[in-house]
């Protein structure tokens, strides 16, 4: 499967910003899909999955009740809605797609498909 990420950019500190994950060339209802991100100069890092229905979702403790993970199956379609943007949130944004993991996982060793990343820089 391919994966396309957009809606990145530059937002003040306290903004929303709607990133979407364009899945293609595969049957997006067997993906389970994550988030993860990258930081200047640091490991890259969970943010979210859900699982293939949509059904189960987990957050890293750090976007816990500002950032919301959902799809559309129809659409194969992930997005990753984030809300009260903070500085610390600055990263580049990737989705990928695991198809062979039973469980969900938030460890990116787990996925086997990588989109390209989408910069999100939250200015102070």
């Known amino acids: 499967v391919q994966l396309q990420a957009s809606g990145g950019g530059l937002v003040q500190a306290g903004g929303s910003l709607r990133l979407s994950c364009a899945a293609s060339?595969?049957?997006?209802?067997?993906?389970?899909m994550g988030w993860f991100r990258q930081a200047p100069g640091k490991e890259r890092e969970f943010v979210a999955f859900?699982?293939?229905?949509?059904?189960?979702?987990r957050y890293a403790d750090s976007v816990k009740g500002r950032f919301t993970v959902s799809r559309d199956n129809a659409k194969n379609m992930v997005y990753l809605q984030m809300n009260s943007l903070k500085p610390e949130d600055t990263a580049v944004y990737y989705c990928?797609?695991?198809?062979?993991?039973?469980?969900?996982?938030?460890?990116?060793?787990?996925?086997?498909?990588w989109g390209q990343g989408t910069l999100v820089t939250v200015s102070s």
């Open positions: 990928a797609a695991d198809r062979a993991t039973f469980i969900p996982s938030t460890v990116d060793n787990q996925y086997d498909y």
């Open positions: 060339g595969g049957t997006f209802i067997n993906y389970i």
């Open positions: 859900i699982s293939r229905s949509g059904s189960n979702t």
